[in-house]
């Protein structure tokens, strides 16, 4: 394990250890019955969880070999919008909007660790050599 966060950057190792937290988080909120107290205290956790992960990809930049910004950029942008689309959807009481938001942003994060550990990205090169 040393020697896989001495070749990860701390932006990296954030990105990683909150991605799979709110995965594992997103999953007991998805499986757990709904408008609880429960769910609203993990419901925020996993929002603070999904900003961390998006914001510390301007730290990440990888992709184009530290050369700025990619399209995967964009897909952080966009998560924290969807995000703030379904925190202010339950604000307003519109629940099945809300719900649409977070699975949709839950979807992308489950879908987006396959693509992190495909051949050629430096997660997988860490990990797999």
Do not use: N
């Not at 900003?51 to 950029?73: A, K, N």
């Not at 966009?78 to 719900?99: C, K, L, P, S, Y």
């Amino acid at each position: 394990m040393y020697i896989v966060r001495a070749a990860m950057s701390a932006a990296v190792l954030i990105h990683l250890c909150t991605a799979l937290l709110a995965v594992a988080i997103g999953a007991i909120i998805l499986l757990r019955p709904k408008g609880t107290s429960v769910h609203k205290t993990l419901g925020r956790s996993w929002v603070a969880l999904i900003l961390v992960v998006s914001i510390s990809t301007i730290w990440i930049q990888d992709i184009r070999d530290g050369r700025g910004f990619s399209f995967i950029h964009l897909l952080s942008i966009w998560t924290v919008f969807a995000v703030t689309m379904g925190f202010m959807a339950i604000r307003r009481g519109r629940i099945e909007r809300h719900r649409g938001w977070m699975v949709g942003t839950f979807i992308g994060l489950v879908a987006a660790g396959p693509l992190a550990l495909s051949p050629g990205r430096k997660l997988s090169k860490i990990l797999f050599g």
